[in-house]
């Protein structure tokens, strides 16, 4: 079975803090995924991963940066926390060319910036 | 752009069927997917629809209509544990690494 794992499950930050969320998955898939979730809103892509050190913005990508330096690692980074990044922030990750259009997501962050 | 509508809230009894629809705006997609969420937990894929009809998958179903532009994932001898968020999502045709767009899901409350 696929397994993406996220480095917490809740994180408390300060306003103005760098916040590095971690994601890992175990299945060598090419494709990774930062969503962030909040009620109301389904899921929002922040940015994805095609390859090692490729990346695209999402739909929502200011405020935040990713890096992609190894194939199972995808790191989201919040330069500079603020209030309106407190969310529930999900990873996920997918195989390239997997006819089945399915993505394997993590438990979760749910941030709090305060 | 692409955009995905679904109620918001559905509630039904325990074994009765449940409908749950997802309209769609979009220029082109690759297929249809949906996605249970459990209060709490991760998103995890139930069914993908590539091409227009039925897919059926034990007591779930999927239809995909693209004419209508309208999907929906159909659950039937509905459990307790089947109280959870659904959510719809397409790729769109020329997006890279399968970036797709989710709707905003639909909570459904099942009753004893």
């Known amino acids: 079975d696929v397994k993406v794992t996220q480095s917490s499950r809740y994180l408390v930050k300060r306003t103005g803090e760098k916040v590095f969320l971690e994601c890992v998955q175990d299945?060598?898939?090419?494709?990774m995924f930062w969503y962030r979730q909040d009620p109301g809103l389904g899921l929002r892509l922040i940015y994805f991963s095609y390859d090692v050190k490729m990346k695209e913005k999402g739909d929502i990508p200011e405020g935040y940066s990713v890096s992609r330096e190894k194939k199972e690692r995808f790191s989201l980074i919040l330069e500079s926390a603020s209030t309106n990044q407190t969310s529930m922030y999900l990873c996920?990750?997918?195989?390239?060319?997997?006819?089945?259009?399915?993505?394997?997501f993590g438990p979760g962050t749910r941030l709090t910036v305060t | 752009g692409q955009s995905l509508e679904q109620p918001s809230e559905v509630t039904a009894v325990e074994g009765a069927i449940v409908q749950i629809n997802c309209t769609y705006q979009?220029?082109?997609?690759?297929?249809l997917s949906w996605y249970q969420q459990h209060d709490g937990g991760a998103p995890t894929f139930l069914s993908y629809?590539?091409?227009?009809g039925l897919e059926e998958t034990g007591r779930f179903s999927s239809f995909l209509s693209r004419s209508d532009s309208y999907g929906y994932l159909l659950l039937q001898e509905l459990q307790m544990k089947d109280s959870a968020s659904y959510f719809c999502a397409v790729r769109p045709v020329g997006t890279n690494a399968g970036k797709s767009t989710f709707g905003d899901g639909t909570t459904l409350t099942v009753k004893p």
């Open positions: 979009t220029s082109g997609f690759y297929g």
């Open positions: 299945m060598d898939h090419e494709n």
């Open positions: 629809n590539a091409l227009d």
């Open positions: 996920a990750s997918r195989l390239e060319g997997a006819i089945w259009y399915e993505q394997y």
